[in-house]
């Protein structure tokens, strides 16, 4: 097997393809376990409803919160996180086999 340009690139992208798959599990898994937070990319305020109505025993019905908003946005800022290290995670995978398949040797026989 001799060693050359297109196998050199091969192996370069190989390499990358696998260090941006380590990376994508690596960060993914401390986000989930709690080591880190993802960036914070959702910013949903609260709901309120503000209602002065009575219920039927006459009691006054004030406002009402509808979404509480700090897990709601920690909710989806994960939900977006999974989403992105998931495109990484397939993204290595591509690269890594392009690179896998420009390092095997061709070999062409014809049959007479």
Same mark, same amino acid.
């Given at each position: 097997?001799?060693?050359?340009?297109?196998?050199? %690139? $091969?192996?370069?992208? /190989?390499? !990358?393809?696998?260090?941006?798959?380590? &990376?994508?599990?690596?960060?993914?898994? =401390? +986000?989930?376990?709690?080591?880190?937070?993802?960036?914070?990319?959702?910013?949903?305020?609260?709901?309120?409803?503000?209602?002065?109505?009575?219920?039927?025993?006459?009691?006054? %019905? $004030?406002?009402?919160? /509808?979404? !509480?908003?700090?897990?709601?946005?920690? &909710?989806?800022?994960?939900?977006?996180? =999974? +989403?992105?290290?998931?495109?990484?995670?397939?993204?290595?995978?591509?690269?890594?086999?392009?690179?896998?398949?420009?390092?095997?040797?061709?070999?062409?026989?014809?049959?007479?």
């Amino acid at each position: 097997m001799e060693f050359t340009t297109e196998k050199s %690139i $091969g192996l370069t992208l /190989l390499c !990358v393809g696998l260090f941006i798959i380590g &990376v994508a599990v690596y960060q993914g898994v =401390a +986000v989930f376990s709690g080591a880190n937070i993802p960036p914070s990319i959702a910013k949903i305020q609260e709901l309120v409803i503000a209602s002065s109505s009575m219920d039927t025993s006459g009691v006054k %019905i $004030g406002p009402m919160k /509808l979404m !509480v908003n700090k897990e709601m946005n920690a &909710v989806i800022d994960m939900s977006l996180w =999974a +989403v992105l290290m998931l495109l990484l995670v397939t993204a290595g995978g591509k690269i890594a086999g392009v690179g896998a398949q420009m390092m095997r040797d061709v070999r062409i026989v014809v049959k007479e």
